[in-house]
């Protein structure tokens, strides 16, 4: 019995350990400027945690073969412990762990400590039950007013939104049902959602936050590579949770200008 | 049983600490003679309440800590994207300091009642001619006179409530109102719950259980219901002075 | 030896009366008396072990039913028919919350721990037997509620375990936001009521009524697990319970305790100024401990049974003892990691992060201690055992997911995918699940006076074994691919339709597994009536329970209170008679 478990500890750690190094299912290929030095430090977590993971689960297995209950053998030994290891691997732990912490909070200041740069492009992403809309505050620079008494989904765009007419600043605001952004430019995204919490999960850009009603989230990120990708929605909405995706689509500056002037024109 | 016996000895087994073969300590068990299995019982009580109160604190702490961070929070005007701060105190009805008196008496008459039924416990020791019970009607008075406060208390609150709401403060009118109805009606709850506690002491010293038992138990509901009193205040500065 | 034998027969008698005088209740006569309203913690917690029992099996039809409609969203199954996108959401919803509360918060703690706790310490029942009845039918009377979700008006809730308002505030945020979500509040409100109960009964049991010599660093781990976690729950329930009545007050008080202004179906609601992340306070600041609550006592069972199966001391009782506390403690310091990319301030998030690094060194160090247990010992495998090292292993790779999702650069890729599915059910529901498993199969012998089919056991620990590392170890692929959790199908983004091979893999493997489970329900109660009559200790243990007669007599030790010699963990001791002495043996010298 302690050959089989630890035939079949050994096999289930290497097999595992296999599609991690593998990568037989991934992170999608980044696409924004973050990317690279969040995977960089999955990577350093990995390697070491894996290191941890596949150490402790062969001595497992080892010891419960090696130490079997043998007809013939010595007792087992009597000891209650030793001091001095428990120090040493405690101290050892505490290192790995918090080091790790430390050596990934740079990277978590630069994302979510510092606001958008000055000439990012505003993007204001609404989420609602079941679809995500996203406006652009046109030439004037400026987002026009919403009223939550004038939003109706189901007329979509600009009323799905709320916009209100009236206001002088919505005449240039553009709402679609699709995300585009020039390459190489910062977004800025202002997160808001309408009834419950959704959250806005781009896996290419690594990016994710939670849209919360009550509060506009201001957050940044920068494609740094052309493409269409996906967006799902990441926290549980309704029946609809499923199917409440959109696609963000990362063109070039002028491509985007002239997508952006083409709304402009229809409006 | 086991299947050792006591008198095999061993060739120096080893140990990694002290303790040579002694007996092991007194611990607390109540077998001495003297102190009665009265003192573990209600030791025990009390270790019971005091926990019990602790799990109670946690639910009130919990509802502090939303009332600060509501009090706080400021809230998104979706028109016009500002942040303004949409908590307005509601205005306590006068009425409350009357109950407070009631309840701060209750605990008086409670403290008596208690010390009461302990007098007699440890009397009923000493004395054991049955079905005598000195003082019977006495103890019970106080007891009845701690739940007539207490229900008077209850009733003080509902009246308060009614005025509250003639005031146009409804439990949904305002974040704060709110939390007034929420904060007293859940230490109301708690009282309430006393109360039974306290008529349940009554009917069982009217039913003549043993004096021990009954003063457990009016010990135990003493201190829950003095903590009740202090909870009340902590509660009445908490929406009268934090804002 | 001699003399001091005569004299300790004199402090037993005089114990004897004392034990009998302070156990307050004679045994009950009646069926009634006996068996429903008992006031014997063993049997109470029998009744707790029976209704999770139920509530397992309940949990994982739901979880199959999840599993199918995954891979096949348009089939129409026996019995229940087509599962619409709702209909999964509720299955979920209510999966999670029956497995959480019924079942990993039942088991553990008020089946086993209120029949083993009392005895392992020399005590003859709980602090509190009335209170203890109580307990267990106020939990009971949560379940029926929990349960009657499913057959009201809107069927049950949709909005996860986690109940994140305004989706579980609205009652038009979805269907089963009605009366179902109403039930579900107030089942929870009793489940709180009836586990503050219950650990009030704990802690004062272990802190006053040990029995002479078993002082505290003289426990069996388990009682320490057991007190721990009870005094997680005193501090933790009362937070849940408090957040419900906020909850209910928002659903039908009109309040907005949670809910800002908010628009559903093009409809504006009656709130305004509210906080959902309030509820996510509230909730985490209750959910993290409870974690620790469903894992811990599978914790102390483990150090119990490598130390039992292996012939040797527990490695490090005090440091085990000093982790079981960090743990504890730390618990209430970590709640925030779940909140990282909720609108958090991202410097909490960042002060979250280090104490969640931190709490994963005393489970380490408990990792280490039983493998220390392990080396050099005398390894027995019996089915018992067979879990505990099966219980280490899943730890292990549960636990090593943990710190990925404890770095929020990490959390911004994994959380709310399947990499998180994958690690709470490895390190909290199979882990746990495997305590609960070595529980009865360690413990079946002294509750049933019978032992369990050992052949029968070994199919269902290895069908269990890899069945859920073949479940729960893909999710992890998946969540690094970025599939998303609670989505009722993957049929509408392109990334999730490529990974839908991976999904279908794990629905086999599970249907695979919940198979194997009808070995132990069969071997459970077919070895109740036929399995081989069993000796008062057939583990050769050390600890109290083994000294009992098999099943206990009504006060557990038949009049004579058990005097403590020595530390439970004496196996091997060089010199001793045999490889293994009683926690009573005043013979043995004691070494702790």
Request: charged fraction near 10%.
């Amino acid at each position: 019995m302690g050959l089989v478990l630890l035939v079949v500890i050994w096999l289930i750690t290497f097999v595992s350990a296999y599609f991690f190094i593998a990568k037989t299912w991934w992170l999608p290929t980044g696409a924004s400027a973050a990317a690279a030095g969040i995977d960089h430090h999955f990577t350093t977590t990995y390697i070491l945690m894996g290191i941890v993971f596949v150490a402790a689960q062969v001595l497992l297995g080892l010891f419960a073969w090696k130490y079997r209950d043998r007809a013939a053998g010595s007792p087992a030994r009597y000891s209650h412990g030793n001091n001095t290891l428990e120090i040493v691997w405690t101290v050892l732990t505490l290192i790995l762990f918090v080091g790790l912490n430390l050596m990934s909070s740079s990277i978590w200041a630069s994302e979510r400590f510092r606001p958008a740069e000055p000439g990012a492009l505003q993007v204001e992403v609404t989420g609602m039950q079941f679809a995500w809309y996203f406006r652009y505050a046109g030439p004037d620079g400026k987002f026009g007013a919403t009223k939550p008494e004038s939003i109706d989904p189901s007329a979509g765009g600009e009323s799905a939104i709320g916009l209100d007419t009236t206001d002088p600043a919505s005449k240039d605001d553009v709402v679609t049902g699709t995300m585009y952004a020039p390459v190489n430019r910062e977004v800025e995204v202002i997160l808001r959602a309408h009834d419950v919490i959704h959250s806005f999960f781009v896996p290419s850009m690594r990016f994710k936050q939670d849209v919360v009603p009550g509060l506009a989230i201001h957050m940044h990120f920068t494609p740094i590579s052309t493409g269409d990708y996906e967006i799902a929605c990441a926290e549980l909405c309704g029946l609809g949770h499923y199917k409440m995706h959109g696609m963000l689509k990362v063109v070039s500056q002028e491509d985007f200008d002239k997508w952006l002037a083409a709304r402009e024109a229809e409006k | 049983m086991a299947s050792y016996t006591p008198t095999v000895s061993l060739d120096d087994p080893r140990t990694s600490t002290g303790g040579n073969g002694h007996i092991p300590p007194r611990h607390h068990d109540g077998d001495d003679f003297g102190s009665s299995f009265f003192d573990v019982r209600l030791r025990r009580a009390r270790l019971g309440l005091v926990v019990g109160l602790t799990g109670i604190v946690m639910i009130f702490i919990s509802f502090s800590s939303a009332y600060v961070v509501r009090q706080g929070l400021p809230t998104l005007d979706p028109r016009t994207d500002v942040l303004f701060h949409d908590w307005f105190p509601v205005p306590l009805p006068r009425l409350l300091l009357i109950n407070t008196a009631v309840l701060l008496i209750s605990s008086l008459t409670m403290e008596i009642a208690r010390r009461q039924a302990a007098r007699k416990a440890a009397l009923a020791q000493l004395v054991s001619v049955p079905g005598v019970s000195m003082h019977a009607k006495e103890e019970v008075s106080w007891l009845a006179l701690t739940v007539v406060l207490g229900l008077s208390f209850l009733a003080g609150q509902w009246m308060a409530w009614r005025q509250l709401a003639a005031s146009g403060f409804y439990v949904a009118s305002s974040p704060s109102s709110s939390f007034v109805y929420l904060l007293t009606g859940m230490h109301g709850v708690h009282l309430f719950g006393g109360v039974v506690a306290l008529l349940t002491a009554g009917a069982a010293s009217l039913l003549r259980r043993p004096a021990d038992s009954l003063a457990i138990a009016v010990d135990v509901t003493g201190w829950y219901w003095h903590f009740m009193a202090f909870l009340w205040v902590y509660i009445l500065c908490l929406l009268e002075f934090v804002h | 030896m001699a003399g001091s034998a005569g004299g300790g027969e004199i402090i037993m008698a005089t114990r004897e009366l004392a034990a009998h005088e302070l156990h307050a209740h004679a045994a009950p006569q009646g069926f009634i008396r006996k068996w429903v309203f008992s006031l014997d913690h063993k049997v109470i917690g029998l009744q707790y072990f029976f209704l999770a029992l139920t509530a397992v099996f309940v949990g994982m039809f739901l979880s199959l039913l999840m599993r199918i409609h995954l891979i096949w969203p348009n089939v129409s199954l026996p019995l229940v028919g087509e599962i619409k996108p709702e209909t999964y959401l509720s299955l979920l919803t209510m999966h999670g919350t029956i497995m959480v509360f019924f079942v990993l918060t039942t088991a553990p703690q008020g089946g086993f721990g209120n029949y083993f706790l009392p005895i392992q310490i020399g005590a003859a029942d709980m602090a509190f037997p009335v209170l203890n009845m109580l307990s267990f039918w106020v939990t009971f009377l949560g379940y029926i509620v929990m349960l009657s979700a499913f057959f009201v008006v809107g069927g049950a809730p949709l909005h996860g375990w986690t109940g994140y308002p305004p989706l579980s505030a609205l009652q038009s945020a979805g269907p089963g936001e009605g009366p179902g979500a109403d039930l579900w509040v107030i089942s929870i409100a009793l489940f709180c009521i009836g586990a503050l109960m219950s650990a009030l009964n704990f802690i004062t049991t272990t802190l006053d009524m040990r029995a002479r010599g078993m002082s505290m660093m003289r426990m069996p781990l388990t009682c320490w697990a057991w007190f721990i976690t009870a005094i997680l729950g005193l501090l933790a329930f009362g937070v849940l319970f408090s957040a419900g009545i906020l909850l209910l007050l928002d659903r039908n008080a009109g309040t907005s305790f949670f809910v800002p202004l908010v628009v559903v179906n093009g409809q504006l609601a009656a709130h305004k100024g509210g906080s959902p992340l309030l509820w996510q306070h509230l909730f985490w600041f209750f959910g993290h401990p409870e974690v620790y609550i469903a894992i811990l006592p599978a914790m102390g069972l483990c150090s119990q049974l490598v130390s039992v199966f292996s012939r040797k001391p527990i490695f490090g009782y005090k440091a085990m003892v000093y982790a079981m506390l960090s743990i504890g403690l730390l618990g209430f310091m970590v709640w925030g990691h779940h909140m990282f990319m909720s609108g958090m301030s991202p410097y909490s998030a960042f002060a979250f992060s280090i104490m969640t690094m931190a709490i994963g060194v005393p489970s380490a160090i408990k990792t280490f201690n039983w493998l220390g247990t392990l080396w050099g010992g005398r390894i027995r495998f019996y089915s018992p055992m067979l879990f505990a090292i099966g219980f280490v292993s899943l730890f292990v790779s549960g636990g090593i997911s943990g710190p990925f999702l404890a770095q929020p650069v990490l959390d911004i890729p994994l959380h709310d995918t399947y990499f998180v599915t994958g690690h709470f059910h490895l390190i909290m529901g199979v882990a746990s699940i495997f305590g609960i498993f070595a529980a009865t199969y360690y413990w079946f012998p002294k509750m049933f006076g019978r032992m369990m089919s050992e052949s029968l056991a070994r199919w269902h620990f290895w069908f269990t074994f890899v069945g859920t590392y073949a479940i729960f170890m893909p999710m992890h692929y998946l969540g690094m691919a970025g599939a998303t959790r609670r989505y009722s199908q993957f049929t509408e983004l392109a990334y999730l339709r490529d990974l839908i091979p991976l999904q279908k893999f794990i629905t086999y493997a599970a249907i695979v597994t919940i198979a194997g489970q009808f070995i132990f329900l069969f071997n459970l109660f077919w070895s109740m009536k036929y399995g081989k009559k069993a000796s008062d200790n057939p583990w050769e243990a050390t600890t109290l329970e083994w000294t009992t007669a098999t099943p206990p007599p009504h006060d557990n030790f038949g009049g004579h209170t058990p005097v403590v010699y020595n530390g439970p963990y004496e196996y091997s001791v060089p010199g001793a008679p045999r490889d293994y002495v009683m926690q009573n043996d005043p013979a043995t010298v004691a070494a702790h």
